[in-house]
């Protein structure tokens, strides 16, 4: 037992003056000076959040990535090689991108942010022996405060009055049905569990209480776990790793070619050191990808913006790409697979067994069973429960006044009840008026029952009793049956308790509804308990379950396809979470449930085996499962973690990418997460995973068509080596940026925002060892794109020599000659780069499929760099500083045709990819 359970402990067990005079107060609360003290002693109660850093330190960190390091590095070559307009436009990429960067992540915060709201505003304490209305933030241990039905519970408190209390404890714990509360202490069955405390960041479902304060803030069992959450070091997303390792790749790639150009210009073409090496340094500047990182942010953006849409707001840019790598999704059931609305799903007569189906009113003097509707006043039997469970409830429905909805206040449970009793058509208001509540015995949990008792008509009282069977069942003697009431017999006590086995072993709750006559004289003050809840008549079962949301069927089934393994981790039963798992898809029968005991009692080899395999985890405790994504990171999986409660936040920072929900989700939870879910809808996570896969895709498409440029713009200056430079430049190292930075930017971009491509959720994640520079990216950009623009721009550039007498006249190394012959390489590249853009839209689907105009963008791009290229052709100023000159109409008619063979050549090779994947 740690220290902060032993504190419980000490709380629990202690008598209550005992409480008191530990805590120095009284049962009237303290003083406001004494309060004050406290205050400055033990601080606000408040939960803080971890160091984020100063908001220049997360400002710089948007310009200091590997990829942007280098193009500093980049741009610092190119302005000592004097080339002062390249380094200047390197580094205005760099700082507008970090820029992008900052604002995208700033405003994802603002959102974030604009969800926090756990803890209750106000609370009512005694201060000077008065009960005042005071902000929660400042309680203190000591302070005395009251409770109601609907009040979020602000500090960790120990009950002194309790009057019929449940509070739901499924944020701290993740079980779904409600714990009563009461002054008496019970350590009960699991975690935060003891019956006469309560805890910071739970409600309170039903009933009244007066509680003391014995930790605030911090200090309480909500702010131990962020803490915990807190401390978690957060490391590098697999797309950050990606980047790095691929900056890397280039540069090597860049410095080889480099090298490889200094020494030929030495020895080939006999060039001056100095000269050499600048022109070495324009050749390594033309092979960095300046528009990646754009390329990446915007990206990433598009895809953020698209899973706003569909309601899962992204913290993190990095993050929408983690989700397209999910292998394992760590799933958290109360709230997440389902409902966390206990529903009647049947009602269990002896005689009969109703099914009841779909969620809502239904006002029309019926119950709404699986394809019928049948009338139940025609059920007596059926009648009288309705009537029992409605009366013995203290749920209220009122109407809410922005959405004009019945809105429920009471316990989960009762509220199945008040529904199942409202989809007949049950008229509350009328009973409650015609049949008035005259006296209660509260549900405790040592009889675990419920009893309310009723003026039923002048000569009648009417005891309605609800409870657990098996506490209920011995008060009975006597069972209705088709109207008629009789002796309650063996025979008919195995018939309902093997029911109740039947729909336990389903994960299903029973519970038992009961009543008995007594005499409209009877003495309201001698009626007890004891003389009350006995001679009973028995009616039947009410059952009931949380359900799993309508969309989570198709999810789970869509995270199948795309090979991706979803295991529960829940602090629900056994029972429960195996029938919700096996319901929804989510395992099969066979599927091993491990407890929160078993799991500590594991080595971490056997837990590692056991992951590999149909796995559900069961009452397990915030570290359990901090220790399951651990565990599943060690063997290899990226993992997402999702959930809502306090008890989910360690692991959500664990994991690579942690999934909080935005409507029930508790502060600490969406603190510690990666993305929210706005609507707490699992199926978004589906969607969401989509787009991470969408991204990765498109950033291999962006790698594999900017790479492209990159052989046309290389393979004329190897012509002008190896011709020991007899064969001038046929491109300058402005023009090479031109294509970098200007025309094919736009196009690139539009890759970064191409929809999802057919199939790509039926795919396995991609590997860990898989890189966006694969041998697919290097042979379509260098072998195959690439060789064939560069054979297509040399062709253009011995075009125009031919056209001025070459062979016959030597080739120019002047003049408007030689300036049209650069300028028709560089019309060549980016007209073949128009088809290049088209082509790179899919792998292996055909674009006329897909939409040959479904991403406007892309030809946005191309409508751009059409009119660029133009405008370098023709403005006198831009002629001279990029060497290019006006085009005649026969050389703006060669160009236009480049792109026309090369879009079908490819449309050809992808129609053959596709019979070849389906033979």
């Known amino acids: 037992m740690n220290a902060t359970e032993e504190k419980r402990a000490q709380f629990a067990q202690a008598t209550q003056a005992q409480v008191l005079a530990q805590l120095k107060t009284s049962a009237t609360g303290l003083s406001q000076d004494d309060a004050a003290q406290r205050l400055n002693q033990y601080g606000p109660n408040t939960i803080t959040k971890g160091q984020e850093g100063s908001q220049l330190k997360v400002f710089l960190k948007n310009f200091a990535s590997l990829m942007a ?14 080339t002062l307009e390249l380094g200047i436009a390197i580094w205005l990429v760099n700082i507008i991108n970090g820029c992008f960067s900052f604002w995208q992540e700033h405003q994802a915060k603002k959102a974030t942010d ?47 009055e309790a009057t019929s209390m449940q509070v739901d404890q499924s944020a701290l714990t993740g079980e779904s049905v409600p714990e009563s509360k009461n002054v008496k202490y019970d350590p009960g069955e699991g975690e935060f569990a003891e019956s006469n405390l309560i805890y910071a ?30 401390q978690q070091v957060k490391v590098d997303s697999p797309l950050t790793k990606e980047l790095n390792r691929l900056t890397k790749q280039i540069s090597m790639i860049a410095i080889g070619i480099g090298i490889a150009f200094f020494v030929a210009a030495i020895f080939f073409v006999h060039y001056p050191i100095a000269k050499s090496f600048i022109f070495a340094l324009g050749m390594i500047v033309a092979f960095i990808p300046e528009g990646l990182l754009p390329t990446v942010t915007l990206s990433l953006a598009h895809g953020v913006q698209r899973m706003a849409k569909r309601h899962a707001l992204v913290k993190d840019l990095n993050s929408v790409e983690t989700l397209g790598e999910t292998t394992v999704i760590c799933s958290d059931k109360t709230g997440t697979l389902t409902q966390n609305q206990m529903t009647v799903n049947h009602i269990w007569l002896l005689n009969h067994t109703y099914e009841l189906t779909g969620q809502g009113y239904v006002n029309n003097g019926h119950i709404e069973l699986d394809d019928q509707t049948v009338d139940f006043h025609s059920d007596p039997d059926l009648d009288r429960l309705l009537r029992v ?3 013995n409830n203290d749920t209220k429905v009122q109407q809410d006044p922005e959405t004009h909805k019945p809105k429920l206040l009471g316990t989960p449970t009762e509220a199945a009840l008040i529904i199942m009793a409202e989809k007949a058509g049950f008229d509350l208001a009328k009973a409650a008026k015609e049949t008035p509540r005259l006296k209660e015995f509260p549900f405790d949990s040592d009889r675990k029952r419920m009893c309310t008792i009723h003026q039923h008509d002048a000569n009648t009282l009417s005891a309605c009793v609800k409870g657990s069977l098996s ?14 009431i009789r002796r309650l017999t063996p025979d008919d006590i195995d018939k309902i308790n093997a029911a109740n086995r039947k729909f336990a072993a389903q994960g299903l709750r029973s519970l038992a509804i009961a009543y008995r006559q007594l005499p409209g004289d009877s003495d309201l003050d001698s009626l007890t308990i004891e003389n009350t809840e006995t001679q009973l008549t028995f009616l039947g079962l009410t059952v009931m379950a949380d359900p799993p949301r309508p969309e989570i069927y198709q999810a789970v089934q869509e995270c199948h396809d795309a090979n991706i393994k979803i295991i529960m981790v829940t602090g629900d039963s056994t029972l429960t979470a195996k029938s919700i798992a096996v319901k929804i898809g989510l395992t099969s029968d066979q599927a091993r449930v491990v407890t929160g005991t078993e799991l500590d009692a594991m080595s971490e080899a056997q837990l590692q085996e056991a992951l590999r395999g149909e796995i559900i985890f069961a009452r397990v405790a915030p570290e359990q499962k901090y220790k ?51 609507d707490d809808n699992f199926a978004s996570i589906v969607s969401a995973i989509e787009e991470g896969r969408t991204v990765y895709a498109n950033l291999q498409k962006f790698l594999t068509y900017i790479l492209t440029s990159n052989v046309p713009e290389a ?67 260098f072998a ?108 703006w008619v060669f160009l236009a045709i480049i792109p026309i063979p090369v879009f079908l050549i490819e449309e050809l090779r992808k129609s053959w990819l596709r019979r070849r994947q389906q033979a």
């Open 201 to 230: 960041g739970t409600t309170v479902g039903a009933g009244t209480g007066l509680a003391v304060c014995f930790a605030s803030g911090m200090n309480t069992e909500f702010g131990q776990i962020a803490t915990l959450t807190q």
């Open 69 to 82: 390091i280098l193009l500093w590095v980049s741009g610092l070559i190119a302005i000592l090689s004097g």
């Open 471 to 484: 506490d209920l069942l011995p008060q009975c003697d006597t069972i209705q049956v088709a109207g008629a």
């Open 114 to 160: 604009s969800l926090m709201a756990m803890l209750p505003t106000f609370t009512q304490v005694y201060r000077d022996g008065k009960v005042q209305q005071i902000d929660a933030t400042q309680l203190v241990p000591g302070d005395v405060f009251t409770l109601q039905a609907g009040n979020a519970v602000p500090v960790d408190a120990r009950l002194l």
């Open 715 to 781: 393979i004329p200056s190897v012509l002008f080596l190896f011709s020991r430079g007899l064969i001038p430049l046929p491109m300058t190292v402005m023009q090479i940026l031109t294509v970098d930075l200007g025309t094919d930017m736009l196009p690139a971009l539009g890759l970064g925002s191409e929809q999802a491509e057919p199939g790509i959720m039926h795919q396995p994640p991609r590997a860990r060892d898989a890189h966006l520079l694969n041998k697919q990216v290097v042979w379509k950009a």
């Open 389 to 391: 469970a409605a009366l």
């Open 628 to 678: 399951i994504v651990s565990t599943l990171q060690k063997n290899g999986e990226i993992v997402a973690s999702t959930g809502d409660g306090v008890n989910d936040a360690p692991a959500l920072k664990k994991a690579d990418i942690g999934v909080a929900m935005g409507v029930t989700g508790t502060d600490v939870a969406k603190d510690a997460a990666d993305m929210i879910l706005t």
């Open 784 to 891: 195959w794109y690439g060789m064939l623009a560069s054979a297509i721009s040399t062709f253009a550039y011995f075009f125009v020599n031919w056209q001025n007498g070459w062979p016959d006249v030597a080739l120019f190394a002047s003049g408007n000659g030689y300036a049209r012959a650069t300028t028709m390489v560089l019309g060549a590249i980016v007209f073949f780069q128009i088809a290049n853009a088209l082509n790179c839209r899919t792998q292996s689907a055909s674009v006329f499929k897909t939409g040959i105009f479904s991403n406007i963008r892309i030809w946005y791009g191309i409508i751009f760099e059409v009119i660029l290229l133009a405008i370098l052709t023709l403005v006198p100023f831009l002629q001279g500083l990029f060497n290019t000159t006006a085009l005649a109409w026969q050389d």
